[in-house]
Nanobody, 117 residues
Framework: QVQVVESGGGWVQAGESLRLSCKTS????????MGWSRQVPGPGTQRELL?????????HYADSIKGRFTISGDKVKKTLALQMDSLTPEDTAVYCC?????????WGQGNQVTVSS
């Protein structure tokens, strides 16, 4: 089992920045891939995968955040951070960190990010 806990988030104005952090505990040696996703609360909304980072250092960003968000992490401690710059109201969502491997994925509770215009 792996526990995933996010921190950071909050409320900012458009154009400002926020940083999210993610820590894991438990069987962290089983983690090969980590990432961030977001979802706007409400019926009919879909979760959007934002970025993933593998144990080999491969990073993949969604087009919606390329050039604005930057992922970083510690491959040994299995921690992750997401630096979010040039935020827009469209970035308002609950942001979740996830960690796992090909067989299983663990999710954090999520942190609200609200960007006002």
């Amino acid at each position: 089992q792996v526990q995933v806990v996010e921190s950071g988030g909050g409320w900012v104005q458009a154009g400002e920045s926020l940083r999210l952090s993610c820590k894991t505990s438990g069987d962290i040696f089983s983690i090969y891939i980590m990432g961030w996703s977001r979802q706007v609360p409400g019926p009919g909304t879909q979760r959007e995968l934002l970025v993933t980072m593998t144990g080999g250092g491969n990073i993949h960003y969604a087009d919606s955040i390329k050039g604005r968000f930057t992922i970083s992490g510690d491959k040994v401690k299995k921690t992750l951070a997401l630096q979010m710059d040039s935020l827009t109201p469209e970035d308002t969502a609950v942001y979740c960190c996830h960690a796992g491997n090909l067989a299983v994925e663990y999710w954090g509770q999520g942190n609200q990010v609200t960007v006002s215009s």
